[in-house]
């Protein structure tokens, strides 16, 4: 197991984010994986990369603080700055950000409070996202098991075990996970290619669930993967653009939970008209999605169109990871917020004003949920008036 570990926290530098010897790294994690962060700075170094720098966060100390402190004093505490991102992004260096969920550790916190902090500190990491939507820097999301996540979605306290799961997926277990994930990349980039030739005007997306959903695209969108020079979220399945946001009607329902700040949102769903989130519900956590969606203007549009086949090897996995990177990576996918600059044709060298005008959302934030389903149908309805059927019983077509 450790020399597993070992490899994939090599991989991580290597693999995803393409460092070589003189490269600076940033490393954001909690601290309660601290020992794999001492893995990644390890390797690095064997790599060549010296200049490291790392932010280590410590969950239970910032709960505390929702628990016990004002607003005011909350983002004041150095627990909660997140100004380092601006300063590392400035400064040339790669971001590593290692995920360890803690399914329900914020569900006693007080949703508006959480809500307003999150908001803050996104806003505060202005020149990092900035740097990260023109792509000029390598940033990566990977996951790191712990024994709380193990416990709630596997049922035991058994870390390995979930570590174990994560090699499989990663192809960490392979021989080359190096190469495997480059022709996978390569796929999945033909995939985005085939989109991009067919011009798209609009997608509709239908399922048993009762999602019925139009979602007009940019006319000169563009699909990709998430390989844009290095590989930024690990693992991925997707292919993905971002949609015009002023061209969306219709209903969708998410097809499985959403953790987001730690707190479970389940049954939700969401209805558009003009491309504007006019009304939603949750049986679950329905403060929690409020406290998504009203965060500013841009959280009630879609900045995010992502297709995934429903039988991707997470998806048959058949667990709920309460984790976005893998729950994303599961099936089809879509996202509230910030759009990206890649998907729109000449879109990293685009004002800000240029995007908008073309349909891209602007906003503090970004948060995918999910809405893959075995039945799910979507159809393009093309530029020249045709129709084309892209995926069906959640999967592309054969041959797409």
């Given at each position: 197991?450790?020399e597993?570990?070992?490899?994939?926290?090599?991989?991580?530098v290597?693999?995803?984010?393409?460092?070589?010897?003189?490269?600076?790294?940033?490393i954001?994690?909690?601290?309660?994986?601290?020992?794999?962060?001492?893995?990644?700075?390890?390797?690095?170094?064997?790599?060549?990369?010296?200049?490291?720098?790392?932010?280590?966060?410590?969950?239970?100390?910032?709960?505390?603080?929702?628990?016990?402190?004002?607003y005011?004093?909350?983002?004041?505490?150095?627990?909660m700055?997140?100004?380092?991102?601006?300063?590392?992004?400035?400064?040339?260096?790669?971001?590593?950000?290692?995920?360890?969920?803690?399914?329900?550790?914020?569900?006693?916190?007080?949703?508006?409070?959480?809500?307003?902090?999150?908001a803050?500190?996104?806003?505060?990491?202005k020149?990092?996202?900035?740097?990260?939507?023109?792509?000029?820097?390598?940033?990566?999301?990977?996951?790191?098991?712990?024994?709380?996540?193990?416990?709630d979605?596997?049922?035991?306290?058994?870390?390995?075990?979930?570590?174990?799961?994560l090699?499989?997926?990663?192809?960490?277990?392979?021989?080359?996970?190096?190469?495997?994930?480059?022709?996978?990349?390569?796929?999945?980039k033909k995939?985005?290619?085939?989109?991009?030739?067919?011009?798209?005007?609009?997608?509709?997306?239908?399922?048993?669930?009762?999602?019925d959903l139009?979602?007009?695209?940019?006319?000169?969108?563009?699909?990709?993967?998430a390989?844009?020079?290095?590989?930024?979220?690990?693992?991925?399945?997707?292919?993905?653009?971002?949609?015009?946001?002023?061209?969306?009607?219709g209903?969708?329902?998410?097809?499985k939970?959403?953790?987001?700040?730690?707190?479970?949102?389940?049954?939700f769903?969401?209805?558009?008209?003009n491309?504007?989130?006019?009304?939603?519900?949750?049986?679950?956590g329905?403060?929690?999605?409020?406290?998504?969606?009203?965060?500013?203007?841009?959280?009630?549009?879609?900045?995010?169109?992502a297709?995934?086949?429903y039988?991707?090897?997470?998806?048959?996995?058949?667990?709920?990871f309460k984790?976005?990177?893998?729950?994303?990576?599961?099936?089809?996918?879509?996202a509230?917020?910030?759009?990206?600059?890649?998907?729109?044709?000449?879109?990293?060298?685009?004002?800000?004003?240029?995007?908008?005008?073309?349909?891209?959302?602007?906003?503090?934030?970004?948060v995918?949920?999910?809405?893959?389903?075995?039945?799910?149908?979507?159809?393009?309805?093309?530029?020249?008036?045709?129709?084309?059927?892209?995926?069906?019983?959640?999967?592309?077509?054969?041959?797409k």
């Amino acid at each position: 197991m450790e020399e597993l570990k070992r490899k994939y926290a090599r991989f991580l530098v290597e693999g995803c984010l393409r460092l070589k010897s003189g490269d600076k790294l940033f490393i954001i994690g909690y601290s309660i994986i601290e020992d794999f962060i001492r893995l990644v700075i390890e390797e690095a170094k064997k790599l060549g990369i010296v200049d490291i720098k790392t932010l280590i966060n410590d969950p239970f100390k910032q709960k505390n603080l929702y628990l016990t402190k004002s607003y005011e004093d909350i983002i004041k505490s150095p627990l909660m700055d997140r100004t380092m991102y601006n300063k590392m992004a400035v400064e040339g260096y790669a971001f590593l950000s290692l995920s360890s969920p803690l399914p329900g550790h914020l569900e006693d916190v007080d949703q508006e409070l959480l809500s307003k902090v999150s908001a803050y500190q996104m806003k505060s990491i202005k020149t990092y996202k900035e740097y990260q939507l023109k792509g000029l820097i390598k940033w990566n999301i990977s996951a790191v098991p712990n024994k709380i996540w193990a416990k709630d979605i596997l049922g035991v306290e058994d870390e390995d075990k979930l570590w174990d799961i994560l090699f499989d997926i990663c192809l960490i277990k392979e021989d080359n996970p190096v190469l495997l994930w480059d022709e996978k990349m390569n796929r999945l980039k033909k995939r985005a290619q085939y989109l991009n030739d067919l011009k798209i005007d609009c997608l509709h997306y239908h399922n048993s669930l009762g999602t019925d959903l139009n979602i007009g695209l940019p006319k000169d969108y563009v699909f990709t993967s998430a390989d844009e020079g290095n590989i930024v979220n690990m693992p991925s399945e997707e292919v993905f653009t971002s949609p015009d946001k002023f061209r969306v009607e219709g209903i969708v329902y998410a097809s499985k939970p959403l953790l987001h700040n730690g707190v479970l949102i389940e049954d939700f769903w969401l209805k558009f008209k003009n491309g504007k989130i006019t009304d939603y519900g949750a049986l679950k956590g329905y403060d929690a999605l409020a406290g998504i969606i009203e965060v500013d203007d841009g959280a009630k549009y879609l900045g995010e169109v992502a297709l995934v086949d429903y039988s991707s090897p997470i998806s048959m996995k058949n667990i709920l990871f309460k984790n976005t990177l893998y729950d994303e990576n599961a099936s089809s996918h879509l996202a509230i917020g910030q759009s990206f600059s890649e998907c729109i044709k000449d879109g990293l060298v685009k004002t800000k004003e240029e995007l908008e005008k073309m349909g891209l959302n602007y906003s503090c934030m970004h948060v995918d949920f999910f809405i893959g389903t075995s039945d799910l149908e979507v159809e393009a309805l093309l530029q020249n008036k045709s129709k084309s059927i892209i995926m069906k019983d959640g999967n592309f077509v054969e041959g797409k």
